[in-house]
């Protein structure tokens, strides 16, 4: 998926501005989807106002700039139904952490600990706006994805609580000996 699916999700959810529609695809509840640039959808939403898939009006507040507002066509909802029933690339998952982790015997253990319980409590944080989230959505799909985020947050923080003493215990290991050469 891309740029121009991602725009027609969000405006199948209601219209929005350019800017509403560039929130939510950078860091907003459809950030988690799909990878896109910050420059991209504009252009997307160009194309698809030129392809009859999307609308843009003018609206003119008193004081204010006019905004252009988009909204999805029929066209537009067909465009993004089949999309949805096109194949979907394997889920793409970067963390810091992990690599962090995965080289903890050159990281100092009290460091260590620290990175563990900020996950921890990075990870709570996360379930807690996902519960919220779910608190007011009615939407069966999106209940159903919020769930899912939930489960596998839960599973992460679960791990980490379990094995946090584990990770710490390999900890440090090789950096005092790098430290002492």
């Known amino acids: 998926m891309n740029a121009r699916t991602l ?8 219209e929005a501005t ?7 695809s950078i860091e907003g509840d459809f950030s988690y989807f799909v ?3 910050f420059g991209a959808i504009y252009p997307a939403l160009n194309r698809l106002t030129e392809e009859g898939l999307v609308e843009c009006r003018d609206e003119v507040n008193p004081g204010k700039p006019a905004r ?12 993004f139904v089949e999309a949805l029933h096109e194949a ?17 015997e050159f990281v100092e253990p009290k460091h260590m600990a620290r990175l563990v319980d900020e996950r921890i409590g990075y990870l709570e944080s996360m379930l807690e706006m996902m519960r919220a989230a779910k608190a007011e959505c009615g939407q069966p799909g999106s209940n159903w994805t ?3 985020g939930i489960a596998v947050h839960e599973a992460s923080r679960d791990y980490l609580v379990k094995n946090r003493d584990a990770l710490v215990a390999m900890a440090g290991t090789s950096y005092s000996a790098e430290a002492a050469e």
């Open 146 to 148: 919020i769930d899912y």
């Open 68 to 79: 252009k507002v988009y909204s999805i066509t029929p066209a537009g909802r067909a465009a």
């Open 7 to 14: 725009c027609l999700a969000i405006l199948n959810f209601g």
């Open 88 to 104: 979907v690339e394997p889920d793409v998952f970067k963390s810091q952490f992990l690599l962090v982790s995965m080289n903890c």
């Open 18 to 24: 350019g800017y509403e529609i560039r929130k939510q």
């Open 35 to 37: 990878d896109t640039s």
